[in-house]
């Protein structure tokens, strides 16, 4: 049971090259978030899941994009990255929106030069 | 989505309880009040989350104040690895169906041994 897996966990961006962060989750959980954390600061929703097939916007999800075609999977894109989109990112998935807890994965650092 | 307000940071020696406090002024009664910690260089974790009543789980104790505009999450004997950063979030589930967490800077807890 691996719980929240996030690939890559490293990667090395130039501005305006794309890429795509995979969550994937052996929970069966409805619920899938992506969060990112800067330096000294607390965590910040980019985009969020509901269930298979649904996404929302978060608190800044302006420069992502994601999708949820599998229950089990979440991809944050970045079409075109830019040096502010550097940030460690963080991918929770929840069975409930009511009751429990989110299970977070160990992150990805994504450095864009 | 209610606001929560804690200490920047704490100190605490290692064996001896911990008290950290967060003020939620405007909780409504849908609110439940979660906990999680971000020990350094992993994704947050649960710890704890309670509604009403003083709750007790093997990794802490949550007691929430009569009127829930406070609550205090206690850890009854500190060691080193409890130095983490302690996040107080309100989880709304009366009118939000997302079960999203919307994260504060939290509680920066150090433990000297």
Request: with cysteine.
């Amino acid at each position: 049971n691996a719980g929240v897996t996030q690939t890559p966990k490293f990667r090395v961006l130039k501005t305006g090259q794309s890429m795509t962060l995979l969550c994937a989750q052996d929970m069966n959980h409805e619920y899938m978030y992506w969060y990112r954390q800067d330096p000294g600061m607390g965590l910040r929703l980019i985009h969020y899941s509901v269930g298979e097939g649904t996404t929302a916007k978060g608190e800044v999800p302006d420069g992502y994009n994601v999708s949820r075609l599998k229950k089990q999977n979440f991809l944050l894109g970045l079409e075109s990255a830019a040096p502010s989109q550097t940030s460690v990112y963080f991918c929770a998935s929840s069975y409930s929106a009511y009751i429990g807890e989110l299970f977070f994965g160990e992150g990805s650092r994504l450095t864009v030069l | 989505d209610a606001k929560t307000t804690q200490p920047n940071s704490m100190e605490s020696n290692e064996e001896e309880p911990v008290h950290l406090p967060c003020n939620h002024s405007t909780i409504s009664g849908t609110d439940y009040i979660h906990w999680y910690r971000q020990l350094p260089s992993q994704g947050p974790e649960y710890v704890i989350h309670g509604l009403t009543s003083n709750v007790n789980n093997r990794m802490a104790s949550l007691a929430i104040a009569e009127d829930r505009k406070s609550s205090t999450l206690i850890l009854h004997r500190a060691t080193l690895r409890d130095a983490a950063v302690y996040y107080c979030i309100l989880r709304d589930i009366g009118s939000s169906n997302t079960g999203k967490l919307i994260f504060g800077q939290g509680t920066t807890l150090q433990v000297k041994p």
